[in-house]
Nanobody
Framework: QVQLVESGGGLVQPGGSLTLSCAAS????????MSWVRQAPGKGPEWVSS????????RYADSVKGRFTISRDNAENTLYLQMNNLKPEDTALYYC?????????????????WGQGTQVTVSS
């Protein structure tokens, strides 16, 4: 049974940092591309970042480029998202998602599997 469990969300002040984690199980993690997708209140989902299977190539949405870093630990079956210089507009529910090819899709239904999400709130 495939499981993706996000953690690490919380309340942070503007300019602060958070690191999100996504623990994967039930599939061969190292064989799959991984992505982060977020959905802000009242808005549609937005693709944030994706990383290849080896973890040596990543892409980012323009809105987070230079502030967020995606990484993965295939030995630990875990995906990460380091978020720095957070802004109020980063407030959203953050989902990790998996696919067998590179995806930069906004809609979670375009991915093979996704988790329940972790909430990030950026506010003073």
């Amino acid at each position: 049974q495939v499981q993706l469990v996000e953690s690490g969300g919380g309340l942070v002040q503007p300019g602060g940092s958070l690191t999100l984690s996504c623990a994967a199980s039930g599939f061969n993690f190292g064989n799959y591309f991984m992505s982060w997708v977020r959905q802000a209140p009242g808005k549609g989902p937005e693709w944030v970042s994706s990383i290849n299977t080896r973890g040596d190539s990543a892409r980012y949405a323009d809105s987070v480029k230079g502030r967020f870093t995606i990484s993965r630990d295939n030995a630990e079956n875990t995906l990460y998202l380091q978020m720095n210089n957070l802004k109020p507009e980063d407030t959203a529910l953050y989902y990790c998602a998996t696919s067998n090819l590179f995806m930069a899709a906004n809609e979670l239904r375009d991915y093979d599997y996704w988790g329940q999400g972790t909430q990030v709130t950026v506010s003073s």
